[in-house]
Nanobody, 124 residues
Framework: QVQLVEFGGGLVQAGGSLRLSCAAS????????MGWFRQYSGKEREFVAS????????TYADSVKGRFTISIDNARKTVYLDMNSLKPEDTAVYFC?????????????????WGQGTQVTVSS
C-alpha cells in the first residue's frame, strides 16, 4: 500500500507564494511518476504538474506554466510544488498523486494513488 501526505497549504494574498510538499511512504515502485492535481469546488479534479521518477521530465498545465515548479527528492520520497505569483483562480484543493503513467498522461485516469488533499486559498 502507498500513502501520500501533503503539507503546506494555506491562505496567501494574490501575488504571493506557497510551497506544497508530498511525502510518500509504503511500497513505491522506482518507475512511478509523481504529480499534482487540483479541484475547484463542484468541479472535476484537473491536472496541474507532473514529474518523471528521475526528475528529468516535467509537464505543466498551461494555466500554471512559468509560475509553478514541480521537483522531487527521491532520497526523501518527497515531491514539491513551488507556487509563485499566485492568483485567486488558483484557489482549490491540491492533491498529490502517483502512477506509472502520470508524467505521460496528465489526467486523473493515470493516477494509481492519491493524497488526502490540502486547501490553497488565494485572496484578492
Amino acid at each position: 500500500q502507498v500513502q501520500l501526505v501533503e503539507f503546506g497549504g494555506g491562505l496567501v494574498q494574490a501575488g504571493g507564494s506557497l510551497r506544497l510538499s508530498c511525502a510518500a511512504s509504503g511500497h513505491i515502485f522506482n518507475n512511478y511518476a509523481m504529480g499534482w492535481f487540483r479541484q475547484y469546488s463542484g468541479k472535476e479534479r484537473e491536472f496541474v504538474a507532473s514529474i518523471s521518477e528521475s526528475g528529468e521530465y516535467t509537464t505543466y498545465a498551461d494555466s500554471v506554466k512559468g509560475r509553478f515548479t514541480i521537483s522531487i527528492d527521491n532520497a526523501r520520497k518527497t515531491v514539491y510544488l513551488d507556487m509563485n505569483s499566485l492568483k485567486p483562480e488558483d484557489t482549490a484543493v491540491y492533491f498529490c498523486a502517483t502512477g506509472i503513467a502520470v508524467s505521460i498522461v496528465p489526467h486523473t485516469s493515470a493516477v494509481d494513488y492519491w493524497g488526502q488533499g490540502t486547501q490553497v486559498t488565494v485572496s484578492s
